[in-house]
């Protein structure tokens, strides 16, 4: 089990360093994938670790929680109080809370979520493990 947490947060890793790679080549993407790329893989991420901490959660349950965790924080956006404005100020902040709520997040969320519950389900399927 400790072998599985291990291969998803390196997942989660791999994704976080994917998704800030994916900024330094924004000029060169198409805008509507610079729109949604990295909410995609901010969802991405999010499942990744989420699934390190409940190995035992069926596919479709952690898919559905992770989707709506991101909702909550798109959700989120629409509050604008001083102290968390403050946090979104930080890089950091930014990258977890978001700064700016967009319909568009929803649909790079559901992709990304979608993306991540498809490759676990396949690799499953195949009789892959970690």
């Not at 979104?88 to 977890?96: A, I, K, N, T």
Request: some cysteine; glycine content about 10%; proline content about 2%.
């Amino acid at each position: 089990m400790k072998k599985e947490r291990i291969f998803y947060l390196i997942l989660a890793f791999l994704t976080i360093v994917i998704g800030l790679g994916s900024r330094m080549c924004s000029p060169y993407l198409p805008y509507i994938i610079n729109l949604g790329l990295g909410d995609a893989l901010w969802a991405m991420m999010l499942y990744w670790l989420l699934r390190a901490v409940w190995l035992e959660m069926p596919i479709i349950q952690m898919a559905i929680l992770t989707y709506l965790i991101c909702c909550l924080v798109e959700g989120s956006q629409l509050y604008q109080a001083d102290w968390i404005n403050t946090i979104r100020s930080y890089r950091l902040g930014r990258l977890v809370l978001g700064y700016g709520f967009l319909w568009s997040d929803f649909l790079a969320y559901a992709i990304g979520v979608g993306a991540s519950a498809g490759l676990e389900y396949r690799t499953k399927k195949k009789g892959y493990s970690t």
